[in-house]
């Protein structure tokens, strides 16, 4: 599936009034941010995609893909559809050594397996604090670590093209070198986040209000160069986080 263009069509908010935009587009190597307070509608937007939606929702939006109305068998058959969803409730149920499920994966995807399983760990590894390696078994994952590996290889073996991340607890961790692999390998991620970098690190960022999209914005050259000091000050609130954890005392 050569995926070239996601196109959302508005809809309408909680109270029945139109989004204030016709569409927008997303393409191949997007990564788009969805902000919001609880209720606003971020899931909803998320799901939409997943579904496909077709003005059947409770949002009214239509989702096209390369210009057209996306084919049934997309939502029938998973091995069609170019979407995947990773929630906080995504689990695995694989009695099999994290390598071994992920040279398999990249063996029915006609990958070679060994650079696709160390990258995939290398992403993964980026994504969680305590490091996951190939030997350790997937079921004593635990549920951060499980899906920092499930969105590594989504993005890395995976061939689904699109990716949408709702509320996943490492979404923290997605930072500069995490986006950068995504952009790399040519994917569109969307993920609903609260962590401002993140969302600063993004191309576009989705402003939900009442159920509805409220602003379209795209990083401006002014928020690019507030984000250089926004991510100085972060690391520096990341080594303290990860201190506080080792069970330092902090003091300045
Ligand atoms: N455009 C809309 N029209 C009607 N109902 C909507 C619309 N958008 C969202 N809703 C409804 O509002 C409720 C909250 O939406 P949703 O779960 O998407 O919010 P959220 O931003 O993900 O919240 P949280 O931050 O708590 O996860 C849901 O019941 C959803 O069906
Ligand atoms: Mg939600």
Redesign the pocket.
């Known amino acids: 599936m050569n995926i070239k263009k996601l196109t959302v069509f508005s809809?309408?908010?909680?109270s029945g009034n139109p989004e204030k935009f016709k569409k927008f587009e997303i393409f191949p190597g997007n990564t788009v941010a969805i902000v919001?307070?609880?209720?606003?509608?971020?899931?909803?937007?998320v799901?939409d995609i997943e579904m496909l939606a077709q003005k059947d929702t409770?949002?009214?939006r239509k989702i096209l893909i390369n210009n057209k109305i996306p084919p049934f068998s997309y939502r029938q058959d998973p091995s069609k559809n170019p979407i995947v969803l990773i929630t906080q409730h995504t689990n695995f149920l694989a009695d099999l050594r994290v390598d071994e499920f992920l040279k398999l994966h990249a063996l029915s995807r006609k990958m070679k397996s060994r650079g696709a399983v160390s990258k995939t760990l290398m992403l993964t590894n980026k994504l969680t604090g305590e490091k996951v390696t190939e030997n350790m078994k997937m079921t004593v994952l635990s549920g951060g670590q499980t899906r920092a590996l499930m969105i590594a290889d989504s993005i890395v073996i995976g061939n689904a093209p699109i990716v949408l991340l709702?509320?996943i607890e490492n979404a923290g961790i997605f930072k500069k070198e995490a986006m950068e692999m995504v952009r790399e390998e040519g994917k569109i991620i969307l993920f609903?986040t609260h962590d401002p970098v993140v969302a600063l690190l993004c191309d576009i960022r989705l402003v939900?209000k009442n159920?509805?999209i409220a602003k379209i914005l795209r990083t401006s050259e002014r928020e690019k160069k507030a984000r250089k000091k926004i991510i100085e000050q972060d690391i520096m609130i990341s080594v303290i986080r990860e201190r506080v954890r080792r069970g330092e005392i902090i003091k300045f």
Do not use: A, N
């Open positions: 809809g309408i908010d909680k919001g307070p609880t209720g606003s509608g971020k899931t909803s937007l799901t409770v949002t009214r709702d509320e609903v939900m159920g509805g």
